[in-house]
């Protein structure tokens, strides 16, 4: 029974999490930008902008300017979720790529520094006046959403071991639409229903920071107004309509 | 008024605590229905303000992608909570960049996203009442769209883009800002900010010529309206009477004497600045622009050259190519840019800013300077908002801040930094940009002014300093205004080409 609950929540919230970040992204990238406004001094080279945008998105460049306790946490945070995302890998593949298999250990300590990281932005929320200031309820939600999961996750590494042979075995089964059964540990469904939310929340909250930012015309402009004229289609439209 | 006084001085760079409410109030002074109508917009607030200014922000969000990304982006980290010249100066919690954002962004997430349709509490979102909007027009009227924020913003998310859009829905619904809507008006009907015509302006150019030839003996032409000129000059029109920018135009005047070039100004466009901007709106931008298109095709000129104004550059740098075609690269069958692009002389950057000019000049030796004229003076530069976060000039990335000084260098002996995380990228605005330099709004603009005259008197306590240069009409002005309010003299402000009408020597070349 568990195990249909969530293989249907499971469907269900990749469903709404891809269709819901592709209907997102497709409208970023619709919505035409109608003037040149990068954040000079700006690259004036494709190549520029590209390597501009990946000490953006690598190395948190402006926050790393604007500061260097948000820098830390938020640093240490999704870098430790990238590692902790690629070794959830070993779920979802048989046999195990290499790689995968190296960073296993690296990415158990990744929970750790992604709890930590995550409990400082959280801090930083609770005690910062002028941060508390602009915090919503759902600002403070998402972040206990994701020390949830961290924190269920390590739990079952390092407090209540659950089978993860069989938890690999359901995710395997779920990917060829045959599915197995689910471990019923207490741990295990509280990982599990906490991920299917931020699935669920992601295509309509302040996550969309992620896609966002590869659309930011302040960062992605190559700053050459002189030498080419940029003009958007409903700005070209003004120009028929006079001379 | 006269109890407007100076705050003190942080230690810096401590952050300012929050005083909620500090700011609250009715904002500056509302455009009368003669200035809204005479821009196409409605005279004053319409009964359906409501749903017109929900409309229209959807429609924004159709049009601008740098407003759908920003209003979906913010994860509320507070990077750019401290960056903010009027938070520093007024410590008003909707003074950081984030919370002002959020007056919108409140409004975008009730009307345009789900989460905030089911439960707008959870996720900050707000109704719009008349609350909301009397508060967008008093917090969106203490943002000078400086950019500074941006720069600090891990996704680039640029307050001046969502004021700009907020100031636009304003009008929309008939609740303009007066400043700033009086002076578009003057430029539409005259053809320059401060409303002087044509034959004033002829006057006022023949008595600048006899200054100068009293001062130097020699005859430096401020000629208008000459056909088949090669240069056209486009310069904020408070050069032309208002202390000290004046100074800075006889220095372009030197200049183009020096250099035996021909140029011009023209009565029908005497205004670089453009406050179309400043209320976000794209086809007053557009309009205000095709003014110098006019008088470039009319006159023939090969270049045009823009004088020193921070907001004007920004719009002639960044926009002039897409609004009216002055540039290159237009696609062949563009017969809209062709049409210009034809005329003018693409060895030169069109357009080119006076500074690029002035160091072009200076690199080929055509130019020669009595630095020692300027040794009664130790110089700091400050960059001003618009050139350095919104333009460039040369060919490299950062020529907007080399440029500059490199001129300054050239013609005076004395030259020092002011605090590095005030300058060049992370320079603070002057305090009165973005249409804000009205004096109804003369509380927020000292206040606004703190962060840079903390730094200034810094390097007045270590190095001496007496003069900081810098290229923004709006700079001169509000400096020249503020400045005794915080015990500087006025005369400390002026421009790069002040400088260089000191040192320039006449005779030779």
């Not at chain 2, 320059?192 to 032409?221: C, F, H, Q, S, W």
């Not at chain 2, 692009?341 to 069109?350: A, E, T, V």
């Not at chain 2, 006025?490 to 260089?500: N, P, Y």
């Amino acid at each position: 029974m568990t195990s249909m609950v969530f293989a249907i929540l499971f469907y269900l919230a990749t469903l709404l999490f891809v269709v819901g970040l592709l209907y997102r992204i497709n409208s970023y990238a619709r919505t035409p930008a109608p003037l040149k406004i990068p954040t000079t001094p700006a690259p004036t080279t494709n190549g520029g902008v590209v390597l501009r945008m990946t000490r953006e998105v690598v190395f948190f460049e402006s926050l790393f300017k604007a500061n260097l306790w948000t820098w830390a946490a938020g640093w240490l945070f999704h870098a430790s979720l990238l590692l902790v995302l690629l070794r959830h890998l070993r779920y979802f593949t048989e046999p195990v790529w290499g790689w995968v298999a190296f960073i296993q250990p690296f990415g158990m300590y990744a929970g750790i520094t992604m709890l930590l990281g995550l409990g400082g932005l959280w801090l930083r929320r609770l005690f910062v006046e002028r941060i508390r200031y602009i915090s919503t309820p759902s600002d403070h939600l998402m972040l206990l959403l994701l020390m949830g999961i961290a924190a269920s996750g390590l739990s079952m590494k390092f407090l209540a071991h659950t089978d993860v042979i069989a938890v690999k075995e359901f995710f395997l089964g779920l990917m060829h639409l045959n599915i197995q059964a689910l471990p019923a540990d207490l741990l295990l469904i509280v990982h599990l229903s906490l991920v299917v939310s931020l699935l669920v929340v992601f295509p309509f909250s302040k996550l969309l920071h992620a896609p966002g930012v590869f659309f930011s015309p302040t960062r992605n402009q190559k700053d050459d107004p002189r030498e080419h004229r940029h003009l958007s289609t409903w700005a070209a439209k003004l120009e028929s309509e006079k001379s | 008024m006269a109890d407007i006084t100076a705050p003190a001085y942080r230690t810096i760079p401590i952050i300012p605590a929050l005083k909620p409410g500090s700011m609250e109030g009715k904002g500056p002074f509302v455009a009368s229905d003669k200035l809204n109508e005479a821009l196409g917009f409605p005279g004053q607030l319409v009964e359906d303000w409501h749903d017109r200014a929900i409309a229209k922000m959807g429609d924004l969000l159709s049009k601008y992608r740098s407003l759908k990304v920003f209003m979906d982006a913010c994860v509320h980290c507070g990077a750019c909570s401290d960056k903010c010249h009027y938070f520093i100066g007024t410590q008003d919690p909707k003074n950081m960049p984030v919370a002002r954002q959020d007056l919108l962004r409140s409004v975008y997430r009730r009307y345009f996203t789900l989460p905030g349709k089911l439960f707008p509490k959870l996720v900050g979102a707000r109704d719009l009442t008349r609350e909301v909007l009397d508060e967008w027009y008093n917090y969106f009227n203490q943002c000078s769209e400086c950019r500074r924020c941006s720069v600090f913003c891990p996704y680039g998310i640029d307050t001046a883009e969502i004021t700009m859009a907020a100031r636009e829905i304003l009008d929309t619904v008939g609740y303009g800002q007066k400043y700033s809507n009086e002076i578009i008006g003057k430029v539409h009907k005259i053809g320059n900010n401060l409303g002087l015509p044509g034959p004033a302006l002829r006057d006022t150019l023949e008595g600048l010529e006899e200054d100068v030839k009293d001062a130097t003996g020699i005859d430096v032409r401020f000629p208008m309206d000459v056909k088949g000129a090669e240069v056209l000059l486009v310069t904020p029109s408070a050069d032309f009477f208002a202390e000290p920018h004046i100074d800075s135009l006889i220095g372009y005047a030197k200049v183009f004497h020096a250099t035996g070039t021909s140029w011009t100004l023209s009565s029908m466009s005497s205004e670089a600045g453009n406050f179309g901007m400043f209320i976000g709106n794209y086809d007053q931008l557009r309009t205000i622009a095709m003014r110098i298109r006019q008088a470039a095709l009319e006159l023939g000129v090969k270049r045009i050259v823009v004088g020193e104004c921070g907001h004007a550059w920004r719009v002639a740098y960044s926009f002039w190519n897409t609004l009216t075609g002055v540039g290159d690269g237009a696609d062949p069958n563009d017969r809209f840019a062709q049409m210009l692009q034809k005329q003018l002389d693409h060895r030169y950057k069109q357009p080119a800013h006076i500074c690029e000019f002035t160091w072009d000049m200076i690199q080929d030796e055509r130019l020669t300077f009595d630095k020692t004229a300027n040794d009664k003076y130790i110089i700091t530069f400050h960059d001003s908002c618009n050139v350095a976060r919104g333009s460039r000039m040369g060919d490299l990335p950062g020529g907007q801040f080399e440029i500059p000084r490199n001129i300054i260098k050239a013609v005076a002996n004395n030259f020092v930094e002011m605090a590095p995380n005030t300058t060049r990228e992370q320079t603070f605005c002057c305090g009165g940009g973005g249409g804000l330099l009205t004096d109804d709004l003369l509380d927020l603009r000292v206040k606004g002014a703190l962060p840079r005259m903390e730094v200034l008197q810094q390097t007045v306590d270590e190095h001496g300093v007496n003069f900081m240069a810098t290229i923004c009409a709006i700079c001169k002005a509000q400096f020249t205004k503020v400045m005794p309010i915080y015990g500087f003299d006025r005369k400390m402000v002026g421009g790069v080409h002040q400088l260089v009408s000191n040192a320039i020597q006449l005779g030779q070349k």
